[in-house]
């Protein structure tokens, strides 16, 4: 595979990886904040569906092509924008992993709401601001991530 190649498929993945996130994250927010119990359990159904099908891929191909692409052009690790992105990305990591397992407790507990007929418990809110704030984190660190890869020739990189 060409370099180019191999940059286009990893931007294009970042790009999938960036929009699923934030477009699920502010789809759910939504959900949540209109307090309909169906409405929310839909919602956090497709959150869940959404991660295993765009964002788990691309969770995978992200470190992975990106490593590829600095072997190919024999930077070091220690590259200053290389690491910071490493970092970054591992912290976005760190707080991506709870929130998928409150994701499918929420929907659990959505689903189990909507068949007893009832509001969603308490259990569910609490989650639910955790899931946000786990979310400010990893979303900051996405967005520098996508600044390093973009910024990186000024930052002893190459394009």
Do not use: E
């Not at 970042?14 to 699920?24: A, E, H, I, K, P």
Request: with cysteine; hydrophobic share 55%; proline share 6%.
């Amino acid at each position: 595979m060409s370099y180019l190649t191999l940059k286009t498929l990893h931007i294009l993945s970042m790009v999938l990886l960036f929009g699923t996130g934030l477009g699920s994250a502010f789809y759910k927010w939504m959900a949540d904040r209109s307090g309909h119990t169906a409405h929310m359990a839909i919602t956090n159904r497709h959150v869940v569906l959404a991660d295993w099908i765009f964002t788990t891929p691309t969770v995978i191909f992200q470190p992975l092509s990106g490593l590829w692409m600095v072997h190919r052009l024999g930077l070091p690790l220690s590259t200053p924008w290389i690491a910071a992105s490493l970092a970054l990305f591992g912290l976005a990591g760190a707080c991506w992993l709870p929130v998928v397992v409150l994701q499918i407790r929420m929907r659990q507990l959505s689903a189990q709401a909507v068949r007893l007929g009832r509001p969603v418990p308490r259990a569910y809110w609490r989650m639910a601001r955790w899931w946000f704030w786990l979310g400010v984190p990893a979303f900051a660190a996405m967005v520098l991530v996508v600044c390093l890869m973009v910024a990186k020739g000024p930052l002893g990189g190459v394009s």
